[in-house]
């Protein structure tokens, strides 16, 4: 008994922790008709990060699907405040987002059609506007200003209470004071979630346990990429100015300190930034831990500090009323994790969040829709929990968070160079040496170009002639980093059937195909080999590796009868692609390679050089070639094996960025860059990848339900290029309408245009109609594509 609570001995969903992410799930999970439903909380509701948190609500963050997100949790609280009447403590104050440089004023200025297009009201205004909005406010060296003014404050406490009363309400359960001891998987897939006060058994568990989720998920055997930090900032006493105000001040917040400062009653907040990430529980969290806060150090913020008081000078001349320095979390690259715990089956996270109070009604929202509905109908693809592998320890986590750290205000679109290497192939050395750069995709080091004598070069133009040089004869590429699977067993073809929206290859045959999940939407999209009636070998894009392997065990029938591994670290893979590979490939291998003994859409396995690799007639660059993929052990001798061999033909080592032209030159878009989850096959453009006379395959209802709207379609588009080519998210307009936006894009050396993938409103793409891109404030006119530029009769590719 937990108070006057009888604990149930089975539920629907376990979600532990009662934080306002916590509770927020529960309110969707229940609010949806899932009302079998509790929550477990080890104290009070509120006690972990939650109940010290300063509250602020952000909508514009610069990259469009954060904005989204953003706004979707807005909607939601509004909608919630409506539905169960509950108050959440918000108050509207609107944001300042100054800018003391031209190139920060731009930046922020370009955000404007982004935010905009999602519904956020965002504009940019001057210091006489600033001063007027917040009198407060010294102006020294400030040029403007992004001005929110529907960004404001929620009262922690008072939502993530009134999640939980409006959960109880629709039937949901909580249990206080219950600490959740074990999280056991019972062999018919249920879990039984031991605690303190006796078991439950449960279909699904949701860790939702802030900075403890790594300590929770390990009962089940997981590691979570998450830390615990500290994080302060100090409340003043009474501003008298403030009172003779009649309204409250904008938030302001100076990125490039950075701190913001906001009103809290009639005294001041102050967000306190500091230069090195102050981690906290180095040993471990406490097994008595409680709501205790740590000893607040100004030193460590004093930059920030000072910075906040030149600009709001009211703040020397009052006292400190609170100092809060708590414990919160952090991941890798400072984003929340949401969704399956890869590896688990039936187990979701929902924590890590720098934002977790802003965001929590959407959290809730999303993580209650993949429960329910199979996954989310937004995209959160910037969140998935499936985004890190083991190697994203503790050394990793805090090389990344000492690049950039703390607020979740840095820009981290740039090349990381910390927690490298982590994955790397055998070659990694050799190709080094060769002048190639790398980036990191899930953890693996991939080349993405190589040097050609210019110590200066961004790269553009060395792909560029990477991809002339493959077009034009041959080239290999370490594409070690696809993700790599076999699936066998008495029932591995079964089981893929069910899950492929395309009916699976003979032996010896490759097929490319999507898997759905019952709404249509692309949970994977995978090059399936099959090598024995009931052995296939399939493959996905690098950052595709946990998410797809994820998806695919969650669906194993439980009864043993198919085996699923990933392969990936355990083999090597190159591309040999180009019209002389056929050439390359045979003076290294005695197998037969002509066009009718190994036709296009054939795997086999070849001796090559002193090793043996499985050989897939199969590329997404649009020429002749082979991935040849093989044990890690052969990967050097292949390798160099092909070089020599290469020689006469002037075989070129090409990168990532090359390989990224060639194929949208060919028209394969890529699940992570090009579509994701939150897509169906149609919406994302796979419809040529789906057979919807096949019969049985998880999805086909969806499909054939032609009456569904399709907002927005995946596009193959091409456009004249003057500069470099758009960016990912880049706005495409009718008129002054926002109709789409831009995923990949490059300049197509071979085709002589830029070429983009792009989603664009479905009236739109039937309609004809010429459409713009805006790059960088100028307007592209843009064609959609009824054909692939290069290649369109796939003469090249089966040639
Ligand atoms: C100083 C500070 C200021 C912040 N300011 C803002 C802000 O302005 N705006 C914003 O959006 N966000 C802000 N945040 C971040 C925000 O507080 C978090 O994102 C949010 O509170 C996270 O909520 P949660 O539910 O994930 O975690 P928590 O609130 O930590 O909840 C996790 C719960 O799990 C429970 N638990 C743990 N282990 C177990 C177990 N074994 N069994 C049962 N229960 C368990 C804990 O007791 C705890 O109650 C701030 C954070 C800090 C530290």
């Not at 290859?505 to 009931?534: D, H, K, W, Y």
């Not at 843009?782 to 054909?787: A, D, K, M, W």
Request: aromatic share 8%; hydrophobic share 40%.
């Amino acid at each position: 008994m937990i108070g006057s609570i009888q604990m149930k001995s089975h539920a629907r969903v376990v979600v532990i922790g009662g934080g306002v992410i916590g509770c927020s799930i529960l309110y969707y999970l229940a609010k949806n008709g899932w009302t079998d439903v509790v929550l477990i909380e080890r104290m009070d509701l509120t006690a972990g990060t939650t109940w010290h948190a300063a509250g602020n609500v952000s909508l514009a963050d610069g990259n469009r699907a954060v904005n989204q997100f953003n706004v979707l949790a807005y909607k939601l609280y509004r909608e919630m405040e409506n539905e169960t009447g509950e108050h959440l403590g918000w108050t509207r104050t609107g944001s300042i987002l100054i800018a003391k440089t031209n190139d920060l004023l731009e930046r922020y200025a370009s955000r404007t059609e982004s935010a905009r297009a999602v519904g956020i009201d965002y504009h940019m205004i001057g210091p006489d506007e600033i001063k007027k909005l917040h009198p407060l406010m010294e102006l020294d060296g400030i040029l403007g200003a992004a001005y929110v003014p529907d960004e404001g404050v929620l009262d922690p406490s008072m939502t993530t209470h009134a999640f939980a009363r409006a959960s109880r309400a629709k039937g949901a359960e909580i249990y206080r004071h219950t600490k959740v001891t074990g999280l056991t998987e019972q062999l018919n897939g249920e879990w039984k979630v031991g605690t303190d006060k006796g078991d439950i058994i449960t279909e699904y568990v949701v860790i939702a346990a802030g900075f403890w989720s790594p300590v929770v998920a390990r009962m089940a055997g997981a590691h979570i990429p998450i830390v615990p930090t500290e994080r302060q900032y100090l409340v003043t006493d009474e501003v008298p100015e403030l009172r003779q105000l009649d309204r409250k001040v904008p938030m302001l917040r100076d990125f490039a300190v950075p701190f913001y400062v906001r009103q809290e009653r009639n005294g001041l907040l102050i967000g306190v930034h500091e230069p090195h990430t102050p981690y906290c529980f180095l040993d471990g969290i406490p097994d008595d831990f409680g709501q205790e806060l740590f000893p607040v150090d100004l030193e460590r913020g004093a930059h920030s500090l000072e910075s906040a008081m030149a600009r709001v000078p009211a703040l020397g001349r009052v006292g400190i009323k609170t100092e809060i320095c708590g414990p919160t979390s952090r991941t890798p690259d400072l984003q929340g994790l949401i969704g399956p715990i890869p590896g688990l089956r039936n187990v979701h996270i929902s924590a890590g969040f720098a934002n977790g109070i802003s965001q929590a009604a959407a959290l809730g929202h999303v993580a209650a829709e993949w429960l329910i509905e199979g996954s989310p109908s937004v995209d959160v693809s910037m969140l998935y929990a499936s985004r890190f592998g083991c190697y994203a320890n503790k050394r990793f986590i805090r090389a990344m968070l000492s690049e950039a750290h703390v607020f979740g205000t840095v820009d981290l679109s740039g090349e990381r160079l910390a927690g490298r290497p982590a994955r790397a192939s055998a070659l990694y050395d050799r190709l080094k040496a060769k002048g190639a750069h790398f980036s990191a995709q899930l953890g693996w080091e991939t080349p993405m170009w190589f040097s050609r004598g210019n110590a200066r070069s961004n790269g553009v133009e060395e792909a560029r002639a990477e991809a002339l040089d493959v077009r034009k004869s041959v080239g290999i590429l370490d594409l070690t980093a696809l993700a790599k699977y076999e699936v066998s067993g008495p029932a591995a073809s079964t089981f893929l059937d069910r899950l492929c929206a395309r009916r699976l290859p003979a032996v010896g045959s490759i097929v490319s195909t999507p898997m759905l999940n019952e709404r249509g939407q692309v949970m994977c999209f995978t090059t399936i080999a099959r090598v024995e009636p009931n052995r296939f070998y399939l493959t996905a894009a690098p950052q595709a590796e946990l998410h797809h392997y994820s998806w695919m065990n969650e669906q194993l029938p439980r009864d043993g009868s198919v085996q699923l591994e990933n392969v990936t670290g355990r083999y090597g893979a190159l591309l040999l692609s180009g019209p002389r590979a056929r050439e390359v490939l045979a003076k290294v291998s005695e197998a037969k390679l002509s066009n009718d003994d190994f036709p296009w859409l054939t795997v086999a396995d070849i001796d090559i050089a002193f090793g043996r690799a499985r050989a897939l007639r199969f590329n997404m660059v649009g020429e002749l070639g082979w991935e040849l993929h093989h044990p890690l052990e052969y990967q050097i001798g292949i390798y160099e094996a092909l070089a020599a061999a290469g020689e006469e033909f002037q075989i070129v080592d090409f990168g990532f960025k090359a390989y990224d032209t060639l194929r949208l030159e060919a028209g394969w878009p890529i699940w992570g860059a090009d579509f994701n989850t939150s897509q169906t096959a149609t919406s994302a453009g796979l419809s040529r990848f789906v057979d919807p006379s096949k019969e049985g395959f998880i999805g086909r209802r969806a499909i054939l339900d032609t009456a569904r709207p399709v907002p927005y379609r995946l596009v193959h588009i091409s456009f004249d290029l003057d500069g470099s080519p758009p960016e990912i998210g880049d706005l495409l307009f009718d008129g002054n309408d926002v109709v789409g936006f831009v995923h990949s894009s490059t300049y197509g050396p071979s085709v002589g245009s830029g070429i983009a993938f792009a989603s664009v409103k479905d009236d739109l793409v039937r309609g004809g109609k010429t459409i713009n891109c805006l790059v960088r404030g100028n307007r592209l006119p843009v064609s959609i594509l009824e054909r692939t530029p290069h290649d369109p009769e796939s003469l090249r590719v089966s040639s």
